[in-house]
T-cell receptor
């Protein structure tokens, strides 16, 4: 185990639903990340938080809304998603941005949008 | 544009043999190059990284080689075991500026009995 947990592990939602993904890290890290992993594509960075402040938004559609209430927790709020948003959503953490070369990933949430 | 790519999408090796997984990169400004392993149903797992001012780094059964002249990165796994079967990703990052990991598309390593 890497010390990064994600819930739920699987999620099926309709395009009109609202759901949230949760990530928690037990490593005492200060930077947290959301990635999208689609089939046959490289991991895509979505958002970065450092000491609870968002430092990066990689042109992610507004139907994805991140929230970082503290350094240990990260959420991804989802609403009015599209079928092409179906993917594995991975959370990661690192000591801080300066140690972004060593990120620890959670197991991911497998999202299916119907 | 900047990219990190892998030479082969799949690699099969006999148990006990050595494995070599290759990666090409294009961003000369990267500070670190990293290898991740992703087993089925799991998130990527950090294996080893190498700073851009090094050309070789060894870990437990793994060695990463960096050739900046040809912008090539490789991961060598000694005495490959069934538990090494996974997808391996190379990634690069510029800690001083973009600070974002850029991942390649992955190589599926299959260890044959």
């Amino acid at each position: 185990e890497t010390g990064v947990t994600q819930t739920p592990r699987h999620l099926v939602m309709g395009m009109t639903n609202k759901k949230s993904l949760k990530c928690e890290q037990h490593l005492g890290h200060n930077a947290m990340y959301w990635y999208k992993q689609s089939a046959k594509k490289p991991l895509e960075l979505m958002f970065v938080y450092n000491f609870k402040e968002q430092t990066e938004n990689n042109s992610v559609p507004s139907r994805f809304s991140p929230e970082c209430p503290n350094s240990s927790h990260l959420f991804l709020h989802l609403h009015t998603l599209q079928p092409e948003d179906s993917a594995l959503y991975l959370c990661a953490s690192s000591q801080d941005l300066a140690r972004g070369n060593e990120q620890y990933f959670g197991p991911g949430t497998r999202l299916t949008v119907t | 544009g900047e990219s990190v790519g892998l030479h082969l999408p799949t690699l099969s090796v006999q148990e006990g043999d050595n494995s070599i997984i290759n990666c090409a990169y294009s961003n000369s400004a990267s500070d670190y190059f990293i290898w991740y392993k992703q087993e089925s149903g799991k998130g990527p797992q950090f294996i080893i990284d190498i700073r851009s001012n090094m050309d070789k780094r060894q870990g437990q059964r793994v060695t990463v080689l960096l050739n900046k002249t040809v912008k090539h990165l490789s991961l060598q796994i000694a005495a490959t075991q069934p538990g090494d079967s996974a997808v391996y990703f190379c990634a690069e990052i510029n800690i001083r500026s973009a600070r974002q990991l850029t991942f390649g598309s992955g190589t599926q390593l299959t260890v044959l009995p």
